[in-house]
């Protein structure tokens, strides 16, 4: 298929790349046009404007945010006014469920089709075309998109001819996602402090009851600390839990681990958090424990000098005997 491709970030630039290598056509457009040119050079055409990356017989967004979409949709010379009738906006960007639904009115009345198509797995996982697919949208128009989906993921998941539900079920995962990251730094700062060897309780966990694959990976972050390089960065984890709260206030449905969230990723934030992936709120009980000796969290201040922390040892060990 021609394909126009719009968002090239941590996630956008693996996903066109997986259309190439499946033999499609692809145009790829970003605001900041440098970073096309590892696609260019994969096999794909720059193309200068939304409008151009519209010539297509769909057009899929992968950006940052409802701001990101609506500019590159609604403006002048965006989507709507660029987008021949009967082609299709596939919108993978995780956005809130109001956008979603007036996307779908708007490509509707504009006689294109809407397909929210929001994934799951990061950046490596987009790289690789093994990405989860969450898709919601007319089946006719569905069916036509299958072999994209099928180039960018590892399985699709149609959940409803209601766009907008593809676009719930991926912010109620990622809020999931969010609450095992708080959980699991807690269960880490607690037994880290008892001085279990953190490393050694992870493989207990992800060898027994929590075997998942969000436990493997958000555990191995947080032992290691490693809170860089971005694979989803902490404002867009932020933005997440808005988005799940607005809907959740907008359906009157109270979730008050998600205002938790919230208030934990302000705190990220507000600590200078923004460069940061979205992981390191898993850092956050380490802190508030008096443990900020690690090179995670340097941005909270400096890790105290080895007498200080041969003290603090001795002085926990003195608790526990
Ligand atoms: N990273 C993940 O693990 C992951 C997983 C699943 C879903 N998602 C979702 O996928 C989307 C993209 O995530 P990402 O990690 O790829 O983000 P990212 O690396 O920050 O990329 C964001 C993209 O949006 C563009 N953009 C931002 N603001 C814009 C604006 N006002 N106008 C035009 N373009 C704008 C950026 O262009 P520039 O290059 O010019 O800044 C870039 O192409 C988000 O909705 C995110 O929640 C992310």
Known sequence: MKIGFIGLGHMGTGMAASLLKAGHEVGVYNRTPTKA???????????????DACRSDAVITMLANDDAVEGIVFGEDGIIDSLPVGATHISSSTISVALSE???AAHAKAGQRFIAAPVFGRPDVAAEGKLFVVAGGAPDAIEAAASLFAAIGQKTFVVSDRPQAANLVKLSGNFLIASVIEALGEA???????????????????????????????GGLIVDR???????????GHKDIRLTLAAAEDLRVPMPLASLLRDRFLTLLAHGGDTLDWSAIGQLAAKD?????????????????????????????????
């Open 37 to 51: 040119d590892k696609l260019v050079a994969q096999g794909a055409k720059a193309v200068a404007s939304v409008s």
């Open 102 to 104: 007036r996307l779908a």
């Open 188 to 218: 880490m700062a607690l037994v880290g402090k008892g001085g279990v060897d953190q490393r050694e309780y992870l493989d207990i966990l992800t060898s027994t009851l929590f075997t998942a694959p969000v436990y493997k990976t958000y």
């Open 226 to 236: 490693k809170v860089e390089p971005v694979g989803f960065a902490a404002p867009l």
């Open 289 to 321: 424990a008096g443990e900020v000796g690690n090179g995670g969290l340097r941005h909270f201040g400096p890790p105290p000098s080895p007498p200080l922390r041969r003290e603090a040892q001795n002085l926990m060990q003195g608790e526990l005997r």
